[in-house]
Every structure is written in structure tokens, then in C-alpha cells.
T-cell receptor, first 113, second 114 residues
Framework: ETGVTQSPTHLIKTRGQQVTLRCSSQ?????VSWYQQALGQGPQFIFQ???????GRGNFPPRFSGLQFPNYSSELNVNALELDDSALYLC????????????FGPGTRLTVT | SQQGEEDPQALSIQEGENATMNCSYK?????LQWYRQNSGRGLVHLIL?????REKHSGRLRVTLDTSKKSSSLLITASRAADTASYFC??????????????FGKGTRLSVIA
């Protein structure tokens, strides 16, 4: 088990609603990355936060947004939920550098109906 | 989009046998990593191999990297039922410095039968 925690574990939302997912990074890590994993697929990079600013973004629309707080925890916000947003959302923490491994949380399973 | 492609998509073996999974990727990399995922839960980092390395060992795991062929393999020796999981290769996005996002393949589903 890593020291990365995510909440909630499961979530059911209706199309058009908004959702906030939370992540606490491992002690000593200052970077948080968010990934979306659809069923049967590998994780897809959404964005990364370092020093409370977005530091890279994947091919996701602006309705996916995030925050990083001074204690390095992070939030992922998704507005105007669509059915295709149903997925496992993973956050991963790491220490900013040139070569690194990421420590993943257990994920939040989001179902949009 | 996916960078890596794992092969095979699914693998079923008997306990005690060796399991080999392959990964191919498309662009230049700084390093390649292998992760394990149990039943749709979080990913666990297994091993990282840098672009200037050819082989790396960690316990029952052996990873090779061939940058000329843009491919890597993960060998799990003497498999156990607890090794049943999905295995993903992940490459960085090759920037000059700083953290780069990992780009994952679709994974190989390994089933080890006791």
C-alpha cells in the first residue's frame, strides 16, 4: 500500500452534474498527477500539479479542472458530467525530478447515469 | 492516446510457470516502467528501467529494454496465484527535464492458476 489516499471510493452521479474528487499525496511528495482509466483500458493522463499550478495536461476538455493545495493534496473537478466520464480516477504523487516513479492511490470509481 | 501496446492481452498459466509480457512503444523515452493492478484498484510500481539500461532484476521480476526495437519485456519467474493481476507498461513523454506524464498501454491480464 502506498501513502496516497483518495476519496470517495465510489460515486454515482447523473449526467450534467458536477463532481469533486480528492487526493492526499504521499509524505515528501510535491507533485500530483491525475489519470482516467476506462474499463479494460490503461490509465490516461489528465493533468499534473506542481507548486499549486497545472504543469502539463493531457487531451481532456476544460470541464476537467484541478487544484493543488499548500499541503500538496489535490482535487479533480469535472463539470457537466457525460456518460463517457464513467471510469476509475487515479491520482499519483511523486517528487519533482527528471526520473521518477509514481505512487498511486486506490482510485475513485465514478459512475455517470 | 496509448503509447505502449502490451502483448498478449491476456495470459493464463499454471502456478510455478514463468510469465512473459511484452510492450512496444512508439516514441523515444527517458525510462520505461512496469505497474501491476489488482481488480481495478490502484497501480503498484514494480520496476523502472532507464533508456541506457538493457536489463534489470527485482526479486522474481526481470525486465529487458531494447530501444532500437522500441520494446520491453517483463518476465515473472515461478509465478504464484497472488501474481494474478493486470500488468501495464508506462513510458514517460520524453521532455528535457522535470516530471513527465506516464503514458500507459492497455495492459496484459495475467491469470495464475493454482
Amino acid at each position: 500500500e502506498t501513502g496516497v489516499t483518495q476519496s470517495p471510493t465510489h460515486l454515482i452521479k447523473t449526467r450534467g452534474q458536477q463532481v469533486t474528487l480528492r487526493c492526499s499525496s504521499q509524505s515528501g511528495h510535491n507533485t500530483v498527477s491525475w489519470y482516467q482509466q476506462a474499463l479494460g483500458q490503461g490509465p490516461q493522463f489528465i493533468f499534473q500539479y506542481y507548486r499549486e499550478e497545472e504543469n502539463g495536461r493531457g487531451n481532456f476538455p476544460p470541464r476537467f479542472s484541478g487544484l493543488q493545495f499548500p499541503n500538496y493534496s489535490s482535487e479533480l473537478n469535472v463539470n457537466a458530467l457525460e456518460l463517457d466520464d464513467s471510469a476509475l480516477y487515479l491520482c499519483a504523487s511523486s517528487f519533482f525530478g527528471t526520473v521518477y516513479e509514481q505512487y498511486f492511490g486506490p482510485g475513485t470509481r465514478l459512475t455517470v447515469t | 492516446s496509448q503509447q505502449g501496446e502490451e502483448d498478449p492481452q491476456a495470459l493464463s498459466i499454471q502456478e510455478g510457470e514463468n510469465a512473459t509480457m511484452n510492450c512496444s512503444y512508439k516514441t523515444s523515452i527517458n525510462n520505461l516502467q512496469w505497474y501491476r493492478q489488482n481488480s481495478g484498484r490502484g497501480l503498484v510500481h514494480l520496476i523502472l528501467i532507464r533508456s541506457n539500461e538493457r536489463e534489470k532484476h527485482s526479486g522474481r521480476l526481470r525486465v529487458t529494454l531494447d530501444t532500437s526495437k522500441k520494446s520491453s519485456s517483463l518476465l515473472i519467474t515461478a509465478s504464484r496465484a497472488a501474481d494474478t493481476a493486470s500488468y501495464f507498461c508506462a513510458t514517460d513523454a520524453s521532455r528535457d527535464s522535470g516530471n513527465t506524464p506516464l503514458v500507459f498501454g492497455k495492459g496484459t491480464r495475467l491469470s495464475v492458476i493454482a
